[in-house]
């Protein structure tokens, strides 16, 4: 069962921080400009932001969420439709960039050691928020439990000079798995609760979308045995590296709506094009031409929008209660982390733990819709962005500390 769209009439409160009982209202001076205005003033503003990020040993991509959470404040007459649209670009193209680094046979091997973590931490982060919904586990806890699991595919890559290239592997097939796991667990429970979808009809959406899946991955197999020279010398037969993007967006959007279609989230249709799309199909020369274009597209366009646009949209609550919620999460995921990677290298271990533990921009894009939908309290999604922004920074600060004392 594909989920319907939420109504553009729906205005929600976006980069404030409130307070319980707050009646939610938009602040700010009114700034009339056009689309593209609002684009040149984010990307610009993301951008010196990031260059500051980065001089100072943070990644750029925390600047650009930042510049968020300032322009939040002025751009209160921002054409949403218009900017959430090229927001959803930059998931897509972030999620292809991301599959891009890996290969499925990466994936299978990190998910080894990553699967088992992942089901433990997801475990773990739902029986912690009980409390919140009076010990009863309902949808709420589901989906807290799978924000507080995750660890970004791109915030991964970005941090992974902090993080241990030897470590990345096993990183990125853990934030592979979250991420699906958030996007899947969100869109099953949206259904179930919202379009009061059946346990039968739960059962046939899970059945569609391991069917899906494991479709591409076959196809993918049996190209990459049966006709990958075929497709290397096709590709190089193309004259321009236009033609070859061409016919990777064609291939890549294609399968995103497939994906959107049977109920998943496009992205994840972005980043199975991307993963399926590695050198030893497509020819390490037709490899590094797409992937030049995607990483100058992502990063330079799209990515600072998309990070932007989760920090305009960022909302939370500061009371004692939600900071000692995140000291316990952060904690109980760096230590359950380190005891899956343990290193007889103290400091590698716990920048490896902390570089799992980073939770990730697409937490709060998970937040953000499951609070739309109005499966997701104003307490819990408060409580869930705030462990998401503050995970991201506190994990970066541990990383670059003792990466630095490692040099």
């Given amino acids: 069962m594909r989920i319907a769209k939420v109504s553009q009439n729906k205005n929600l409160p976006f980069g404030k921080i409130f307070n319980k009982g707050e009646t939610k209202k938009a602040r700010g001076a009114s700034v009339e400009i056009g689309v593209i205005g609002y684009v040149f003033v984010i990307i610009a503003v993301a951008r010196v932001f990031a260059e500051i990020f980065e001089r100072l040993g943070y990644p750029g991509f925390l600047g650009e969420i930042s510049t968020g959470l300032l322009l939040g404040s002025f751009l209160v007459s921002m054409p ?43 475990a773990l982060m739902t029986f912690i928020t009980l409390p919140f919904t009076d010990y009863t586990l309902s949808h709420e806890n589901l989906i807290v439990g799978s924000i507080l699991s995750v660890a970004s595919a791109p915030i991964v890559l970005r941090l992974s000079r902090f993080f241990g290239g030897d470590f990345l592997h096993v990183a990125l097939s853990y934030a592979v798995i979250s991420e699906i796991g958030a996007l899947v667990t969100l869109y099953l429970l949206v259904n179930f609760e919202v379009y009061h979808l059946t346990y039968f009809g739960l059962f046939i959406e899970l059945l569609k979308d391991g069917l899906f899946l494991g479709v591409l991955l076959g196809v993918n197999y049996f190209l990459n045995v049966k006709h990958k020279v075929l497709i290397i010398r096709a590709l190089r037969n193309l004259k321009s590296d236009e033609a070859v993007f061409g016919l990777v967006m064609i291939l890549s959007t294609s399968i995103a709506l497939a994906s959107e279609m049977i109920g998943l989230h496009f992205s994840i249709g972005a980043f199975i094009v991307g993963l399926l799309l590695h050198s030893d199909l497509m020819g390490t020369k037709q490899y590094k031409r797409v992937h030049t274009i995607i990483s100058g597209i992502t990063y330079g366009i799209f990515a600072p929008i998309f990070f932007a646009w989760r920090g305009i949209n960022f909302e939370t609550e500061f009371s004692v209660e939600v900071v000692y919620f995140f000291v316990l999460v952060y904690i109980i995921r760096v230590l359950l982390t380190m005891g899956f990677t343990w290193n007889r290298e103290i400091r590698k271990t716990i920048v490896r733990a902390s570089g799992v533990a980073s939770f990730g921009v697409l937490g709060l894009l998970v937040g953000e819709l499951g609070y739309e939908y109005e499966v997701l309290s104003q307490h819990l999604y408060a409580l869930a962005s705030l462990a998401s922004i503050l995970g991201m920074f506190v994990s970066t600060t541990i990383g670059r500390l003792f990466s630095a004392k490692n040099s």
């Fill in 80 to 122: 949403r439709g218009e900017l959430n649209l090229l927001a959803e670009l930059g998931i897509f193209f972030l999620m292809m960039y991301a599959g891009l680094e890996l290969t499925p046979e990466e994936v299978h091997l990190g998910g080894k050691k990553s699967l088992p973590l992942y089901i433990l931490t997801y």
